[in-house]
């Protein structure tokens, strides 16, 4: 295992870029130091996961270069710093950001260095972006009010191409290519940028992707409780007391509209009149992250992760179940192994006291990368590496070795 942390930390060090902006540097880690040059919001919080054991003032900047970006009205974007990357002419925005968003994980990071430095200051420093972006999910994405936040671009979840999308987009499994799927994605990025000028409710209006999504709402489910839990160890009684019942009302939201009892799953729902979209992958089981699923639904998601017929390959946890017909494991988001799904769900196992299974999900991820590198994703029955060549979420691994070595 020190074989493979080292080569994280390598690949960590590798990906690091200073841009200087109004006379201030910014650090952060890029994806890829190819394939992916700007800052993401997502992929910035699972390095932080990954930097906080060995680098942990890095980490504190990373997050720092990454709220930097934040616009006014609270949004965090999912890409900052794009003027000098070659994503610019996608984001016509009058920033140097993008105008969507990205998976809600920022309080888990922010905690998560709070966790290894006890700095009180920088918990204090990122407590009022955070609440702002927290309190735009909760005003500007939720336009029906019922606690689930939505989204109007698959690039906001972070999972462009999953089969969960197919029919909004009308794509056939047999037959997807994902050079085609990227043109439906890119006219509606052209539509935010000329018609709704990224304003929620414009973007909803114009888009014919409306999703409340089972990932994003897990997401925002965990992080506005752990931004309760940050309000709280700061000392703000009525902050921590107003973000605990926001998560609770998500929580119950989700048990109450997007779990089927005919499959024992989560899942999305589409449009105004929620149509449940029935793709199992790894995200229907994301109520384990969050901590939400009653002990009952928790035996029906790990009896669905744990089954070789669907989740449990060589090398788990393929994208979506191997048994849907869309399965492909080389495509992209379409079946193939991703280490920050991996972590997602070994957190989530930990969390129902399923240690064992939990060990070994981080074992065959550790050994997956140790075999084939640090890749954007990988084939889950032979750990094959495939996309970018120098993945940086991929380091993940640093915090499962971590977490076996205290377990040990």
Known sequence: MNRVRQGAERLLHRNRRTLRKNGKDYHFTCPDDI?????????SCFHVMALRWFDPDFAKNELRSLVSGQW?????????????????????????????TQPPILADAVWGIYEITGDRAFLEEMFQPLCRY????????????????????PWETGIDNSPRWDTIFGVDPAKFKRWKFNIPKTKLIMLFNFVSGYRSERMR??????????????????????????????????????YELRSEDTAQAINTKMYDPATGAYYCLEGRGERMLKALTPFSLLPLYAGIAAPDRAERLIAHLSDP????????????????????????????????TNWLMVEGLRRYGRQDMARELALRTIAMVDRSGFREYYDPFTSQGHGAGHFGWSSLVIDLIETLDRES
């Open 72 to 100: 006014p009205d609270g949004r965090i974007p999912n890409m900052v710093h794009l003027r000098p990357f070659y994503r610019r002419f996608e984001h016509f925005t009058g920033r140097d950001t993008s105008g969507i």
């Open 205 to 242: 209006r114009v888009s014919l992707f409306d999703v409340e999504a089972i990932d994003m709402n897990c997401y925002y489910c965990r992080n506005t409780a752990t931004l309760a839990r940050i309000a709280g160890e700061l000392g703000d009684g009525g902050l921590r007391e107003k």
């Open 134 to 153: 927290h309190d735009w999910l909760s005003v500007d994405r939720d336009p029906d009010g019922d606690a689930l936040i939505s989204v109007y671009h």
């Open 309 to 340: 017929g669907t989740f449990w390959t060589e090398y788990p946890v393929p994208t979506v179940d191997i048994k849907h017909p869309a399965f492909d494991q080389v495509q992209y988001w379409r079946g193939t192994v991703w280490v920050n």
């Open 35 to 43: 394939m992916y040059q700007g800052q993401w919001l997502w992929d």
